[in-house]
T-cell receptor
Framework: DTAVSQTPKYLVTQMGNDKSIKCEQN?????MYWYKQDSKKFLKIMFS???????INETVPNRFSPKSPDKAHLNLHINSLELGDSAVYFC??????????FGSGTRLTVV | GENVEQHPSTLSVQEGDSAVIKCTYS??????FPWYKQELGKGPQLIID?????GEKKDQRIAVTLNKTAKHFSLHITETQPEDSAVYFC???????????FGKGTKLTVNP
């Protein structure tokens, strides 16, 4: 059973489009995150949600809107995609700082 | 914000040798220090972690040491194998926050 699963694995889209990435965790964790990994492999947090409530928002453009329908799901919607949004996006979950687990990533390419 | 300096950025060793990666930080409130291994096309995978009340932790060929006074922590891999080749990231959280701050990664290559 995959602990943190995100879909799709690959996403190629044109500039200006709107797209969503979905994430689900079956670990029973209270906190979920979105991280962005750029072309130089640098990992940086974007958002975190604890029990469906937004906890961290790290100066991310408001074109990015996370949504957590329940504590097992955290989706990321991106409006008006730009070339600079191309990256690998990772979902993660944890219980406090225990059991911090990442998904396998979504490679977003904006053309 | 908190910065984590990770060195070296690339490391090449012969199979069977040891590999050491070091990270330094500045905020003494940091209290959780995990290490992640990322293989090509995969997400970061936790390989070992240490909390601020412990100085050293070992799990088979992998060990982590923490020096809170000097504000650095290190990953030690002994008897390296080709399958240890990957990018390794150190990370930390600060007191009261669950946000992970990552180092910039070390690309480890183990040559057979």
């Amino acid at each position: 059973d995959t602990a943190v699963s995100q879909t799709p694995k690959y996403l190629v889209t044109q500039m200006g489009n709107d797209k969503s990435i979905k994430c689900e965790q079956n670990l029973g964790h209270d906190t979920m995150y979105w991280y962005k990994q750029d072309s130089k492999k640098f990992l940086k947090i974007m958002f975190s949600y604890n029990n469906k409530e937004l906890i961290i928002n790290e100066t991310v453009p408001n074109r990015f809107s996370p949504k957590s329908p329940d504590k097992a799901h955290l989706n990321l919607h991106i409006n008006s995609l730009e070339l600079g949004d191309s990256a690998v996006y990772f979902c993660a979950s944890s219980q406090g700082t225990w059991g911090y687990t990442f998904g396998s990533g979504t490679r977003l390419t904006v053309v | 914000g908190e910065n984590v300096e990770q060195h070296p950025s690339t490391l090449s060793v012969q199979e069977g040798d040891s590999a050491v990666i070091k990270c330094t930080y500045s905020d003494s409130a940091s209290n959780y220090f995990p290490w992640y291994k990322q293989e090509l096309g995969k997400g970061p995978q936790l390989i070992i972690d240490i909390r601020s009340n412990v100085g050293e932790k070992k799990d088979q060929r992998i060990a982590v040491t923490l020096n809170k006074t000097a504000k650095h922590f290190s990953l030690h891999i002994t008897e390296t194998q080709p399958e240890d080749s990957a990018v390794y990231f150190c990370a930390l959280t600060q007191g009261g926050s669950e946000k992970l701050v990552f180092g910039k990664g070390t690309k480890l290559t183990v040559n057979p």
